[in-house]
């Protein structure tokens, strides 16, 4: 079994950055499908970003690509997402989560693990 812990969340003006981070533990492998959801109150959990095959593939949703990159320290099983140019819209709580290796990134059913989420408020 993973556990997954975020952390980074906060609040920020439109147009900053924050930093992410989720630390896994226990069973744990670095080739694993590791995403990054967000939920806005009232709204279903969306895909932001995701990394897969040890970090070797990395992709994001359109609505935050050129602005938010997803990485990964496999050696300190630790999962990045780095939020620039922030906008209101980005408001909610964002989740780490974990699946098997070679699971599609933008399927919430191909996790298995999540933490329980660090909240990121945007102001403009």
């Known amino acids: 079994q993973v556990q997954l812990v975020e952390s980074g969340g906060g609040s920020v003006q439109a147009g900053g950055s924050l930093s992410l981070s989720c630390a896994a533990s226990?069973?744990?492998?670095?080739?694993?499908?590791m995403g990054w959801y967000r939920q806005a109150p009232g709204k279903e959990r969306e895909f932001v970003a995701a990394s897969r095959w040890g970090g070797r593939t990395t992709e994001c949703a359109d609505s935050v690509k050129g602005r938010f990159t997803v990485s990964r320290d496999n050696a300190k099983k630790m999962v990045y997402l780095q939020m620039n140019s922030l906008k209101p819209e980005d408001t909610g709580v964002y989740y780490c989560?974990?699946?098997?290796?070679?699971?599609?990134?933008?399927?919430?059913?191909?996790?298995?693990?999540w933490g329980k989420g660090t909240q990121v408020t945007v102001s403009s």
């Open positions: 989560a974990g699946g098997p290796t070679g699971r599609t990134t933008r399927y919430l059913a191909s996790y298995e693990y």
């Open positions: 226990g069973r744990f492998f670095s080739t694993y499908t």
